[in-house]
């Protein structure tokens, strides 16, 4: 959805922009809020997370794991900026939606990093979380997100996201049944997230998605913010935080992250 120029430079959106994001994520199960990052923050995250992800790739994977991932990356994000910068952790936009659907007393679960490098293949389709009470008939309201943030423009071209609107209310497929999850979706409308960088996507993680190739010459990559209402247990992929990069934190990163362990930088 779009926003006027008076919500982007107030960093708010109106009453009837909100609740019209939040009904699109109850009900599509993503809302996407466009291009609401400046640009030139984005080409700074994009080439710092490039070239973090790249040493990643060769320092902590083997060959083996790679041809298993088929090309799909994921990274726990470094601790420090840019990925840290309050726009990214704590934008007032994403966090108004967050809150208005979860209450305001969610935080962040963990930082993540989701790459298609160029020759990737189709992902498995799959939810991103259980389901807590796979015994109910009826799905809860949204308790986890993902905020998705594209480093670059996500086209058809570079492996956009396929993702599966509505699927976050079906309550009868295990999460962790792939091969029912692809059988079930071929009688199911299907949609690429094609989006511009700058965008910012608030996504349930109980949607069924899944990575697309990238038949690109161009590194397709975005960061992956996970927020969870205050209640849910905390995850154990959870970012360790530096002590100084928490001591650079605004009081609202820190209530955000207030679950997350911190190690003094001599640790490091």
Known sequence: MHL??????????????????VRTLNDVGYVVLEEILPLDWVENARARCDADIAEFVANELTPETNAERAGHV???????AP???????????????????????????????????????YQRLHRDIYLPFPELDHPLPV??????????????ENGSTEVYPGTHHITDVAPEDSQKLLERAQYLPATRTNVKA?????RDMRMW????????????TMLAIVYGRGFWM?????????????DTFSEKSKYLFRNSPIIEDSKL
Request: hydrophobic share 40%; proline share 8%.
């Open 4 to 21: 006027t120029s008076e919500e982007r430079a107030a960093g708010t959106m109106s009453p009837e922009n909100l609740a019209l994001a």
């Open 143 to 156: 308790y986890m997100v993902v905020v998705n943030i594209p480093l670059i423009d996500f086209t058809l």
């Open 74 to 80: 994921s990274m726990l994000a470094p601790m420090h």
């Open 198 to 202: 700058g965008s910012m996507v608030v």
């Open 234 to 246: 905390t995850d154990p992929r959870m970012n360790k935080i530096p002590r100084s990069t928490w």
């Open 209 to 220: 998605h899944r990575g697309m190739p990238n038949p690109s010459d161009t590194v397709r």
């Open 83 to 121: 990925y840290t910068d309050a726009i990214a952790v704590e934008n007032p936009i994403a966090l108004q939606v967050m809150e208005a659907a979860m209450g305001k007393n969610i935080y962040c679960m963990f930082y993540n990093t989701n790459t298609a490098y160029p020759g990737s293949m």
